[in-house]
């Protein structure tokens, strides 16, 4: 994979954690494609709308989303990104703090955009 498609999916992870942390609508919106297919760190299945309801209805709301331990690999044509993300905020009233890791699938929309398609994550365990 380029340098340069490195550093756009790099972007596309940045835009994507400042929507997170804003419950930004419009930006989700634009960011996630339609088909969106999250498996979150439960096995549950959320869908873009599942996503941008629990951010509208400020039912998901996040005090810190800080990334680290990004790589990108994948094709030109199918980005993945391996991160992981330190969570904090609130999910129906109820304080959490989360330390995950998320593989990210990323495409190109019929405009051109990159959209994030599949999304799963798996919580990090302490080592023993």
Do not use: C
Not at 8 to 28: G, V
Not at 69 to 87: C, I, K, N, Y
């Amino acid at each position: 994979m380029s340098t340069e498609l490195t550093q756009q999916i790099s972007q596309m992870e940045e835009r994507l954690r400042l929507a997170m942390l804003a419950s930004n609508i419009e930006e989700l919106n634009l960011l996630l494609a339609d088909e969106l297919l999250f498996t979150n760190h439960m096995g549950q299945l959320v869908s873009k709308a599942d996503d941008l309801a629990m951010h509208s209805a400020g039912v998901l709301r996040f005090q810190a989303v800080d990334s680290s331990e990004q790589q990108v690999h994948g094709t030109a044509d199918m980005p993945v990104v391996s991160v992981r993300v330190l969570l904090n905020g609130s999910y129906g009233g109820h304080a959490f703090a989360a330390d995950l890791r998320y593989t990210r699938i990323w495409r190109r929309s019929a405009g051109g955009n990159w959209q994030l398609a599949v999304a799963h994550s798996s919580p990090v365990m302490a080592r023993s």
